[in-house]
């Protein structure tokens, strides 16, 4: 079983835009949900939000509104579109299975820092 890729973080300012993007360690269309995940320094990882192969989103409250999670099987990708970033959304985001499934291997991470 192969690593998660992450990439498309950076530095931003408060209440710009970043969109990340995951590649997974094989077919994307054959995971059912898969998830972003995000940790900032000195707190636990936490669930961003999820996304099944139906198209179904989930998002944490903190979120909502301001993050859209999409799929693209045809590129083997999933997205995280952030808009109206806040400081508190900095932390290293990671991609990996949803919510309701047992992880795999966690990747690097793509790091987001937001400045004011």
């Known amino acids: 079983q192969g690593l998660f890729v992450e990439s498309g973080g950076g530095l931003v300012q408060a209440g710009g835009s970043l969109r990340l993007s995951c590649a997974p360690p094989g077919r994307i269309d054959a995971i059912y949900a898969m998830g972003w995940y995000r940790q900032a320094p000195g707190k636990q990882r936490e669930l961003v939000g999820d996304?099944?192969?139906?198209?179904?989103?989930n998002y944490t409250d903190s979120v909502k509104g301001r993050f859209t999670i999409s799929r693209d099987n045809a590129k083997n990708t999933l997205y995280l579109q952030m808009d109206s970033l806040k400081l508190e959304d900095s932390a290293v985001y990671y991609c990996?299975?949803?919510?309701?499934?047992?992880?795999?291997?966690w990747g690097q991470g793509t790091q987001v820092i937001v400045s004011s």
């Open positions: 996304i099944n192969i139906f198209g179904t989103t």
């Open positions: 990996n299975t949803g919510a309701r499934s047992p992880p795999w291997a």
